[in-house]
């Protein structure tokens, strides 16, 4: 304990004054580290967190903290350093490394999942102003009953189609930007629905109506699914959680009477 | 439009008969496992039963499976009554 507390007092000296520098180490090394990040790793930063943050820079915190956990868990067993015990915290060392990445994903997953859900309502929304309205006033006047999730990116929208660019690519980033399989298909019928010259918008209209309409079906029976496999899955965990413990308690009370 | 309104009715119906379903599976579940630890009583004959609550695992076990079933049927039931969902 005591060579612990006194190496990190050590290391923090250095540190402090400049005579180790650790995100050096790692800088200099980087390509080796390369090896180690995940192909779709700065695709998940920048879903999550925009342009504001520098994947390379996180990658190398996380190289960082891997390498921390292991130097401190080999510390901490410094006095009975078996191999098990090295590789132990080899182990936990990459846990911690591998463990933001994890955790980017699964909320690259939720969001994704909000994002499909939300989508038809948005839709529906779009579909009935569109009847009064030309599409890009549509789009502006539905920003404030839009899911909270999608007003950055509609304001965004609205915002290079007001500056002049009437082409498709403002429909697609948005469509990008929101990932899901059913964005880029809907964004290009509203696009088309935006083109067409008046005769043709009933038509038009009542074909994109369709399609919001089996959309948000498919969306609703998406979610009883998932609503009744919550429930199964309740039901399941409550029956093994009770149903083991009373075949502990017949096991154990089988032992004691051998016992007798 | 009036088609939109005849799915949506059909899939609320269909979901609520599904659900219901479910719900009344699952409290038949819920007080079977309580009867289940009758039938341990039961099965072990008064006189085993009695001895075996002597120790100490043993009623801490018995206190654990009734406190947790409680609590799954609880949290259950509060789930198949809020999570209704407007449309």
Do not use: C, W
């Not at chain 1, 921390?68 to 490394?97: E, K, R, Y």
């Not at chain 1, 009935?128 to 539905?142: E, G």
């Not at chain 1, 008046?198 to 919001?212: A, T």
């Not at chain 2, 039963?49 to 801490?60: A, E």
């Amino acid at each position: 304990m005591e060579i612990l507390l006194l190496g990190l007092i050590i290391i923090f000296i250095l540190e402090y004054n400049k005579k180790v520098n650790t995100s050096k180490f790692i800088k200099d090394n980087e390509h080796y580290f390369l090896i180690l990040k995940e192909d779709n790793y700065d695709f998940l930063v920048k879903a999550k967190y925009g342009d504001k943050v520098d994947p390379n820079i996180l990658f190398s915190q996380r190289i960082k903290n891997g390498f921390i956990t292991i130097i401190a868990f080999i510390f901490m067993f410094l006095t009975q350093l078996t191999f098990i015990n090295l590789i132990l915290s080899v182990v936990l060392g990459f846990f911690v490394f591998k463990m933001q990445y994890s955790s980017l994903r699964s909320y690259y997953k939720k969001h994704l999942h909000q994002i499909d859900s939300m989508l038809p309502y948005f839709l529906k929304n779009m579909e009935i102003l569109a009847q009064h309205y030309t599409i890009p006033v549509a789009i502006s006047r539905s920003i404030e009953t839009a899911p909270d999730i999608f007003k950055p990116g509609l304001r965004e929208l609205i915002e290079k189609i007001n500056a002049g660019d009437s082409t498709i690519d403002p429909y697609m980033e948005f469509a990008k930007q929101y990932p899901v399989s059913d964005s880029i298909r809907m964004m290009r019928l509203l696009y088309r629905l935006g083109l067409g010259s008046q005769e043709d918008k009933h038509e038009q209209l009542i074909m994109f109506s369709k399609s919001v309409s089996a959309l948000q079906n498919k969306a609703r029976e998406e979610k009883y699914k998932l609503r009744l496999q919550t429930m199964e899955s309740k039901t399941m965990l409550m029956l093994g959680a009770t149903g083991g413990g009373v075949m502990v308690l017949l096991v154990l009370s089988m032992v004691s009477m051998m016992n007798i | 439009m009036l088609l939109d309104i005849d799915t949506l009715v059909e899939g609320v119906l269909k979901d609520r008969m599904e659900r219901s379903t479910f719900h009344k599976a699952f409290l038949q579940y819920g007080i079977l496992l309580y009867l289940l630890v009758m039938l341990v009583q039961y099965l072990l004959g008064i006189d085993t039963y009695l001895t075996l609550l002597d120790m100490t695992i043993v009623k801490f076990l018995l206190h654990a499976i009734i406190l947790v079933n409680s609590y799954f049927l609880i949290n259950g039931e509060k789930y198949y009554n809020e999570n209704v969902g407007a449309e």
